[in-house]
């Protein structure tokens, strides 16, 4: 096999792998594109702990209710923000599929970015701090009278013999 | 072992009350009914709280027993630190069993004179119709030996504390139990993802439930304590950090099994809830105080010979990896908790749902893919210019050209776009891999390429095993990515109606009803066409199930392909215009998370098994007298690029 032959297999397999992707999503059936938008940011209220536009339960009066009044709003020219504020005095926050982006909700969307922040910037830390270690004092390797004790001599072999392992 | 023994006998003993329908014990009228098949009544031990945890005690006995044997000879000095910690979880989910949740209590009615009677039903109230699935019965026993193999890492890493026993030797001596934890809690997941989607009939497999998340973080911590050991087994690095994370690996399974037990939270997938809430906390508490009375105890034996050469290489990989999955980790936990804080703190519960959770770990998920490329072909200590362009040159040419030929395709989803191509460069690199290194043995042996590729990859299994179980993350990424393009209709239809969706045309053919043993079958017989020429038959039914609770359970119909689900569920009949509700979705893509799976399985049994290499060396050959080192401390050879 020639050298370019099984990045060109690897090329192939990667595209067919890839070609179910390029189906183009189609807009929605029975609600319109914008009603499943904003519908997707609430939660059903019939306890099924399903986003709204995702409840299953036939016959769910709850959800019904919910998409019905969300379509009349969105055709009479309800915007997503008077939407809203019907279904919290309606249900309560609860209703919300995901956390506003104010207020004490803030800190659930601000925290996952602070850890990774603060994380990086400790292992950034911890690294130039392991990179500023001394390595083995070099000396002790070329006099004649190491101090090295048997253990570590030892530890070094085993490690040795590990890390040229294939 | 003598209380293992004895933990067998009362979990066969249950099995054996409900096998012989008992109905004068509670938990067997509970959770059985005479109709149910053998294969169920297997699976009503665990279908509610006492038999759960009656089957978390059996599980954890095995985990111990499998322990004793292993060691019976061996480590003298850590064994007893090891056992004492077991036999604690051990009496503490026994304690539940016996003073608080015993799945043993017979039924009892007052007679005339006042005292109690034992009584028996005639019947039961039959198994929750969610669980009568085929995957309910080896579901919970995979994540359930996910959860309690996690046990074993914790006890040697708390055993070895105590003892003050060498840091790399309990690494190495518990690596191969937490990889079978590990498999078993990531086959747990999949396979409880797999039930949702062809149970719940909502056309996911992932809705970021409590439980769900549940059985998520530990995998996430267990995930980075699997990659972090091999700072510490390579290069004595990060000590304290790896016995911490398997701290907490095994305090997130309690968590886990308390948040969705106790009702601090609400699961759709709850099926067992009680009030050992509270003895959960204790628990957790206790073990907290012991692990950081421990440490402090001893924490100066956990010192580390941390010292970096360069920030890129293998070691600072490891450290971005960690946090990563920490972050993940954190980012669930919080988002999981978030209402009940939000009532602590604002009076009103804010609900976090699937938008939050997606819109949240995406971004990490896929830094994480990008890291599964990178990380294992940087060399330990240093990587080289040279060697960066050897390793990634290809693999990122070969991806941006296939992101570019998807953008010019018109493919505009950011993140599926991203994804798509960061899987192509994870799988590029892993395949260069197993291609340059079959490449070496064929040279030397003639042998064809795909038996060069197993030699490889049995000569370290460790290595080529991880390799696998990345390039079945890659699977599982793939598939994920179709979420974004899912497309669905619900319609009330009659007989003869058809609906579309893409290509498909749904056609309603015919609606019956059938009665089975335990439950009466409603079926709806549904053909799909294609550009009007018939493809399949597809079979969905709604289930009432026999019992008292009659029950309504759904089987939904799925024809999956590599490319593509046509997923059809007959949801129920509407009430207002008694036609049956034909919800049909297309789901591309959904296969590989499976495919992925079950790569991912495969790659950690490689990774179990030992080399072929050292096996024949020590079997055929005497053992060569090891050359004395110069005193060196810090071989050269450590330099060698691309090693696991």
């Given at each position: 096999m020639t050298k370019g032959r099984p990045i060109l297999a690897i090329a192939t397999l990667m595209a067919v792998a890839a070609l179910?992707?390029?189906?183009a999503p189609a807009s929605g059936q029975q609600l319109s594109d914008r009603a499943k938008q904003v519908g997707h940011?609430?939660?059903?209220?019939?306890?099924?702990?399903?986003v709204l536009t995702e409840?299953?339960?036939?016959?769910?009066s709850v959800s019904a209710s919910m998409l019905k009044e969300l379509n009349q709003s969105l055709a009479t020219g309800g915007t997503e923000e008077s939407i809203t504020q019907a279904f919290l005095q309606e249900?309560?926050?609860?209703?919300?599929?995901e956390p506003p982006k104010?207020?004490?909700?803030?800190v659930a969307w601000v925290m996952p970015t602070f850890y990774l922040v603060v994380g990086a910037l400790v292992v950034i830390f911890v690294i130039s701090r392991w990179r500023k270690r001394p390595a083995i004092e070099p000396a002790a390797r070329v006099s004649?009278?190491?101090?090295?004790s048997p253990e570590l001599l030892q530890r070094s072999r085993e490690q040795a013999a590990r890390d040229t392992e294939d | 072992m003598a209380t293992c023994g004895l933990i067998f006998v009362a979990t066969f003993s249950l099995e054996y009350l409900f096998f012989t329908d008992n109905f004068s014990i509670a938990y067997v009228v509970s959770h059985s009914n005479r109709d149910l098949s053998a294969f169920y009544k297997i699976a009503?031990?665990?279908?509610g709280m006492e038999g759960s945890l009656l089957f978390w005690s059996f599980l954890l006995a095995v985990y111990v027993i499998s322990v004793l044997i292993a060691y019976r000879n061996k480590n003298g000095e850590l064994m007893p630190y090891v056992g004492m910690v077991m036999a604690g979880v051990q009496l503490f989910f026994l304690a539940l069993n016996n003073f608080?949740?015993?799945?043993f209590k017979a039924l009892a009615a007052s007679g005339a004179n006042g005292a109690m009677n034992y009584v028996a039903r005639a019947d039961g109230n039959g198994l929750n119709a969610l669980l009568q699935y085929p995957e309910m019965v080896i579901h919970p026993p995979n994540l359930y030996s996910g959860y309690t193999g996690f046990t074993i890492p914790f006890a040697f890493a708390l055993g070895a504390l105590l003892a003050r026993y060498p840091g790399e030797k309990w690494i190495h001596l518990t690596r191969k139990w937490t990889m079978i934890a590990w498999m078993f809690q990531s086959l747990g997941i999949l396979l409880g993802a797999h039930w949702a989607y062809a149970v719940?009939?909502?056309?996911?497999?992932?809705?970021?439930d409590p439980v769900e998340n549940a059985s998520l973080l530990p995998w996430l911590t267990g995930t980075a304590f699997l990659h972090s050991v091999m700072m510490q087994e390579k290069r004595g690095m990060m000590k304290v950090w790896n016995v911490w994370l398997v701290i907490w690996t095994f305090l997130l399974c309690l968590l886990g099994t308390f948040l969705t037990r106790s009702g601090v939270v609400s699961s759709v997938h709850a099926f067992a809830q009680s009030n050992i809430g509270p003895w959960f906390v204790g628990f957790m508490g206790l073990t907290l105080v012991v692990c950081f009375g421990a440490y402090l105890k001893?924490?100066?034996?956990?010192a580390s010979e941390n010292q970096l050469?360069?920030?890129?290489?293998r070691e600072s990989s490891f450290l971005f990896n960690n946090l990563l999955f920490l972050v993940a980790c954190i980012a669930v936990l919080s988002g999981t908790l978030f209402p009940v804080f939000s009532e602590w703190f604002t009076g009103s519960r804010i609900s976090v749902g699937p938008p939050y959770f997606n819109r949240v770990n995406t971004p990490i998920g896929l830094l994480i893919l990008f890291l599964t490329g990178v990380g294992p072909l940087l060399a330990w200590r240093k990587t080289s210019t040279e060697s960066l362009k050897r390793n990634f040159g290809w693999p990122l040419i070969i991806s941006v050209a296939v992101g570019a030929v998807a953008f010019a395709l018109g493919f505009r989803a950011f993140f599926s776009v991203i994804c798509l191509i960061l899987c192509i460069f994870v799988a590029s690199t892993i395949l260069l891999e197993f291609y340059r290194g079959s490449k070496v043995i064929r040279a030397r042996s003639g042998a064809p390429l795909a038996a060069c590729v197993i030699d490889l990859t049995m000569r370290n299994t460790r290595r080529y095993g991880g390799y696998i179980i990345h390039m079945g993350m890659v699977f599982v990424f793939i598939g994920l990515t179709g979420a974004a393009f899912n497309r669905d209709i619900q319609k009330g239809m009659r007989v003869g109606q058809t609906m579309q969706i893409g290509p498909y045309t749904w056609v309603l053919q015919t609606t019956d009803t059938k009665p089975e043993k335990n439950y009466t079958a409603h079926r709806m017989l549904v053909e799909v066409l294609r550009d009007n020429k018939p493809m399949m038959m597809l079979f969905p039914e709604k289930r009432r199930f026999a019992?008292?609770?009659q029950e309504n359970g759904t089987m939904v119909a799925i024809y999956s392909t590599l490319k593509e689900d046509l997923y059809v569920v007959f949801?129920?009949?509407?009430?207002?215009?008694?036609m049956p509700v034909i919800h049909a979705f297309l789901n591309p893509l959904v296969k590989w998370i499976w495919f992925g799976g079950v790569v991912v399985v495969f790659g950690t049994l490689v990774a179990l098994l030992p080399n072929r290499r050292a096996v024949l060396v020590l079997a055929g050959s005497p053992k060569p007298a090891i050359e004395p080192l110069p005193n060196v401390l810090t071989p050269s050879v450590t330099l060698r690029e691309g090693h696991d």
């Open positions: 179910p992707l390029m189906v940011k609430f939660m059903c209220m019939c306890g099924c702990s399903q409840c299953n339960h036939v016959g769910c249900f309560g926050t609860q209703v919300y599929a104010s207020g004490f909700s803030l004649g009278t190491s101090h090295v | 009503a031990l665990w279908s608080v949740e015993s799945p719940l009939g909502w056309g996911g497999y992932w809705g970021w001893n924490r100066d034996y956990l050469d360069s920030v890129v290489s019992g008292n609770n949801a129920g009949i509407d009430p207002e215009t008694q």
